[in-house]
């Protein structure tokens, strides 16, 4: 199947902008101070055909960081490079029904990383990264997620800076897991890796196009160039589904019926497979930390447009 006609997108997009614009609900979050400083406004909405076809609507060319939603992309990179079967015996893919910097979900369970879109399992799995040196793994990360965003992606210093100074509950994490046997590299190396690979900025469009380049299994619809393999792309898709949106990944699954990630700079990225990627940003969030209105569009787009998958037509 395809996305419905171009003019028929715009429409929608167009109507789940003005419909939420107003929503006043969230917060931005300020555990990371700089990223407090967004305005609770900020609005845009993307979504790339696997035709490489683009319908955006509002704030799509603001830069943001892209937090979490660097996670599946990076375990997507380490899956290529070093084989889906080890990367998952290294890092699991079960889901853990808490909150994504959960130092109980290590504790509680014998997997301890559990899976690569928390933050125990995306530190496990950044650690995994190909390279001599940090300066060679960090290289990989940031030319790999520019791949799928088809243009070179750079780290906003500022967000970088005020996350490292702040993340010390981050690094207690990765020190945990090298006391588990679930860390693959030093530590606080991974741990600055991972805040690096958080701190790339990105736009609504730049998620749209990242996630229609996993819909279009592994090939960026816009330069045309595959960034993985296939079949990498319906594993990851499958642990978005499960823990996209950590605590809330069942409540996510049941409305949307479709695997996306979110981050808490504020951008969301949604992938229908075969069709495209729907990028949202707007910085409120919810308790969980997932963006207010980038669900709320989500969850009408998918109805609007027909994408769940768990639908019999
Ligand atoms: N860099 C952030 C952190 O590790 C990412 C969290 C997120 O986006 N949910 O806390």
Redesign the pocket.
């Known amino acids: 199947g395809h996305l419905p006609p171009n003019p028929t997108v715009d429409t929608l997009v167009e109507e789940a902008w003005q419909r939420y614009r107003d929503v006043g609900d969230g917060k931005v979050a300020d555990?990371?101070p700089a990223l407090a400083k967004a305005s609770a406004d900020w609005f845009g909405i993307c979504v790339a055909g696997v035709d490489g076809v683009t319908h955006a609507v509002g704030d799509t060319d603001r830069a943001f960081s892209i937090?979490?939603?660097s996670k599946p992309f990076v375990f997507a990179l380490v899956c290529q490079a070093l084989g889906g079967g080890r990367a998952r015996a290294s890092v699991g893919v079960n889901a853990t029904g808490l909150p994504?910097?959960s130092v109980m979900a290590i504790e509680l369970n014998a997997e301890r990383t559990m899976n690569p879109m928390v933050?125990a399992g995306a530190i496990a799995t950044t650690s995994l990264a190909p390279g001599a040196n940090a300066e060679e793994r960090w290289r990989f990360i940031r030319e790999g997620l520019s791949r799928f965003a088809g243009r070179e992606l750079r780290m906003d210093e500022e967000v970088y800076a005020s996350?490292a100074a702040t993340?010390q509950r981050?690094q207690g994490i990765a020190r945990l897991l090298v006391g588990y046997g679930r860390m693959y590299s030093d530590p606080d190396e991974a741990t600055d890796i991972?805040?690096r690979q958080?701190a790339l900025n990105v736009t609504a469009r730049d998620l749209a196009v990242m996630g229609a380049t996993l819909a279009d299994g592994g090939v960026n619809p816009i330069t045309g160039e595959r960034v993985v393999d296939a079949e990498r792309c319906k594993r990851i898709l499958a642990v978005m589904a499960t823990a996209g949106l950590?605590e809330q990944s069942g409540d996510w699954l049941y409305e949307v019926g479709l695997p996306g990630k979110?981050?808490?700079?504020g951008g969301l990225v949604t992938i229908a497979p075969g069709k495209g990627g729907l990028g949202v940003f707007s910085p409120p969030l919810d308790a969980a930390?997932n963006s207010v209105r980038g669900q709320l569009v989500t969850r009408f787009l998918s109805e609007r447009l027909g994408l769940n998958l768990f639908a019999s037509q």
Request: charge should be negative; hydrophobic fraction near 25%; glycine fraction near 10%.
């Open positions: 555990y990371i937090q979490s939603i994504f910097n933050n996350e993340n981050n991972y805040t958080c950590y979110s981050g808490v700079a930390g």
